[in-house]
């Protein structure tokens, strides 16, 4: 039997460990239905002296009494603050380390990865989080290899899971590897979970950085919303700001975590995006009204940022006529 430990971090997100309990419990129901035992032993384990609400049905474990695991999760965030749930819960990254040196594989999903991170056990290994959260987690984690495109990553025992539905596409992974490919294939069924999700790069949404306060950077953001659609390079687009080009390249790079040119790119293919959304027009009529004028480098750049083509996305995303 497997001995999986939840780990019921303060500001966890109730939907993750939900998703957790479900689907082992579920894993262990098959076994009971085909007259066998329970593949998991299912604990929920918190930091600190009090018990976390809402688990009434469930025991529950300071982590200081937890014996050495097989297994153990870490569940999602549920606040923006992830400086101030990383702070809360520094207590878990000493348990954490010491679970993993016996013998643990760990689990992380969503923003849980930052508290991987932050013990320092995915240095030098890939790593994935929600796609929204992934720069910030690139900035304070660079010894990290960040995928921020990738559903779920593994190496050495240690495993992440992109953000929200990600989660199952590691639970199942999961119960693969601790039980069998029929286990999981069985549990997709019963969740209704597609199998075949290998990226998470098209469900990112470009939010630029504008609390920087430096009006230099300002000016040069408004100049490039304001021309984003016209035929010109970002040096046409530069050429009235009050500075040399190194200059606003540093500063905006500081400011915006990307240069001038990738951020050019980014709010041409967010506005593409949008259009291939919310309109009929072709794909060489959103190209053109993005900025662009030759189709194949645009293809290209399209599925550079979401992992498909302009195609694949409309099928997707873009709204269906209903009769």
């Known amino acids: 039997m497997v001995s999986l430990g939840l780990l019921l971090t303060r500001n966890h997100r109730l939907l993750s460990i939900a998703a957790m309990l479900d689907m082992f419990e579920t894993i262990n129901r098959f076994y009971v239905s085909a007259e066998q035992e329970p593949k998991f032993e299912i604990s929920l384990f918190y930091p600190g002296d009090q018990q976390p609400p809402g688990y009434s049905s469930h025991q529950l474990f300071p982590i200081s009494s937890a014996r050495q695991l097989n297994l153990i999760l870490i569940p999602a965030f549920s606040t923006q603050e992830i400086s101030i749930s990383l702070q809360a819960n520094s207590d878990c990254i000493p348990w954490l380390k010491t679970q993993y040196a016996g013998g643990a594989e760990l689990a992380s999903f969503c923003t ?33 290899e960040l995928r921020a495109s990738e559903v779920l990553t593994h190496s050495e025992g240690v495993f992440t899971s992109g953000g929200a539905t990600n989660t199952f596409h590691l639970l199942l992974l999961l119960v693969e590897l601790h039980c069998d490919r029929e286990k999981a294939v069985q549990a997709a069924k019963y969740f209704a979970i597609d199998m075949d999700r290998h990226k998470q790069a098209y469900f990112g ?19 490039i919303e304001k021309s984003f659609s016209d035929n010109t390079t970002i040096e046409e687009m530069l050429v009235d700001i009050p500075a040399s080009r190194r200059n606003i390249v540093r500063r905006f790079k500081l400011a915006t975590n990307c240069t001038p040119i990738e ?61």
Do not use: W
């Open 112 to 144: 849980g990865a930052f508290l991987l991170a932050a013990s320092g056990l995915l240095n030098g290994k890939p790593a994935t989080t929600h796609i929204h959260s992934a720069l910030a987690f690139q900035k304070n984690y660079p010894d990290v």
């Open 263 to 323: 951020y050019l790119q980014k709010t041409r293919i967010e506005a593409a995006k949008k259009m291939l959304e919310q309109t009929n027009n072709t794909i060489l009529e959103v190209m053109m009204d993005c900025g662009y004028n030759d189709l194949k480098a645009f293809r290209q750049l399209f599925r550079r940022s979401t992992g498909m083509t302009p195609t694949s996305y409309r099928e997707k995303f873009g709204f269906r006529m209903t009769a």
């Open 205 to 223: 949404v470009f939010e630029p950085i504008l609390n920087h306060r430096d009006e230099l950077v300002s000016s040069v953001q408004r100049k």
